[in-house]
């Protein structure tokens, strides 16, 4: 999906952060004017800069239009919050030191699968939650009790929150949680996605004889002439399409005929 990114700053030598979703670089009064004339649902908003965002707003033309999504590397006054919600479908915001560093934030915002990455987030230790931005810019807030000490005894240090793993892994202090993992328990949506595809794997012809082999008490490598390593791209679905010779002799090994194997 193409998106315009705008770049939101008033100093120069900050853009490097974002070369990987090629952002236009706004500085001034006429060129936010300008930008707004052109954006839209796609367009990605991007400002470290308070006072930038600020100006933003003196130019928006009230009642406004949705302007796309944006981020900000700052914690906007609530006032100002309000504001911004009514220009963007989707907002997100905290410290620059919550979200992810480097090459990794613009990477997780490029990413097919930005949905399922975790690009920054914030820790509110007075309702005991953390608020997770995703790639799409929706938010996840997950209790403090979601973080059990680890299987060694390493506690999560609220106060010391990072994201890392370009989006895959989330740090209070030397404890690491995986996104995926969270997404499954707070995320229903994405745990249906999840289950549905491991469904669909699990009807594959290769689950169907991964199953039936270890009905048969059988190692991939009781399927000689047939290598192992082949037999594990079939039942992981790495082949398309298995020759009919070979499925035979898996079926011989198995003892079934090879059109019963995905019956099991």
Same mark, same amino acid.
């Given at each position: 999906?193409?998106t315009n990114t705008?770049?939101?700053t008033a100093? =120069? @030598?900050?853009?490097?952060?974002f070369?990987r979703?090629h952002?236009?670089?706004v500085?001034?009064k006429?060129?936010?004017?300008?930008?707004?004339?052109?954006?839209?649902?796609?367009?990605?908003?991007?400002?470290?800069?308070?006072?930038?965002m600020?100006?933003?707003?003196?130019?928006?033309s009230?009642?406004? =239009?949705?302007?796309?999504?944006?981020?900000?590397?700052?914690?906007?006054?609530?006032?100002t919050?309000t504001a911004?919600r009514?220009?963007f479908?989707?907002?997100a915001?905290?410290?620059?030191?919550?979200?992810?560093?480097?090459d990794?934030?613009?990477?997780?915002?490029?990413?097919?699968?930005?949905?399922?990455?975790?690009?920054?987030g914030? &820790?509110?230790? #007075?309702s005991e939650t953390?608020?997770l931005?995703r790639g799409n810019?929706?938010s996840?807030? &997950?209790?403090?009790s979601?973080?059990?000490?680890?299987?060694d005894?390493?506690?999560?240090s609220f106060?010391?929150?990072? &994201?890392s793993d370009?989006?895959?892994?989330?740090?209070? @202090?030397?404890?690491?949680?995986a996104?995926?993992s969270?997404?499954?328990?707070f995320?229903?949506?994405y745990r249906r996605?999840k289950?549905k595809?491991?469904?669909?794997?699990?009807?594959t012809l290769?689950?169907s004889i991964?199953?039936?082999?270890k009905?048969?008490?059988?190692?991939?490598?009781d399927f000689?002439?047939?290598?192992?390593?082949?037999? #594990?791209r079939?039942?992981q @679905? =790495?082949?398309?399409?298995?020759?009919?010779?070979?499925?035979?002799t898996?079926a011989? &090994?198995l003892?079934v005929q090879?059109e019963?194997?995905?019956e099991?």
């Amino acid at each position: 999906m193409a998106t315009n990114t705008i770049l939101l700053t008033a100093r =120069k @030598g900050k853009e490097k952060r974002f070369n990987r979703l090629h952002p236009t670089a706004v500085s001034s009064k006429a060129q936010i004017q300008a930008s707004l004339s052109r954006a839209g649902r796609e367009t990605l908003w991007i400002s470290a800069d308070q006072d930038m965002m600020i100006e933003f707003l003196k130019s928006v033309s009230w009642p406004t =239009k949705r302007l796309g999504r944006a981020m900000l590397l700052f914690k906007p006054p609530v006032e100002t919050l309000t504001a911004l919600r009514e220009c963007f479908e989707r907002i997100a915001f905290g410290p620059n030191s919550g979200f992810l560093p480097g090459d990794d934030l613009a990477e997780a915002l490029r990413a097919k699968n930005r949905d399922d990455l975790f690009i920054g987030g914030s &820790v509110d230790k #007075a309702s005991e939650t953390v608020t997770l931005w995703r790639g799409n810019l929706d938010s996840l807030i &997950v209790p403090f009790s979601a973080f059990p000490a680890s299987g060694d005894g390493t506690a999560p240090s609220f106060s010391d929150f990072s &994201v890392s793993d370009c989006g895959n892994t989330i740090r209070f @202090g030397n404890y690491e949680a995986a996104a995926d993992s969270i997404l499954y328990e707070f995320d229903p949506e994405y745990r249906r996605r999840k289950s549905k595809e491991r469904l669909e794997s699990e009807r594959t012809l290769g689950a169907s004889i991964r199953r039936l082999r270890k009905q048969r008490g059988l190692k991939r490598e009781d399927f000689e002439p047939l290598a192992s390593k082949t037999l #594990a791209r079939i039942e992981q @679905g =790495k082949v398309k399409s298995v020759h009919a010779k070979t499925l035979a002799t898996i079926a011989k &090994v198995l003892g079934v005929q090879p059109e019963e194997i995905e019956e099991y």
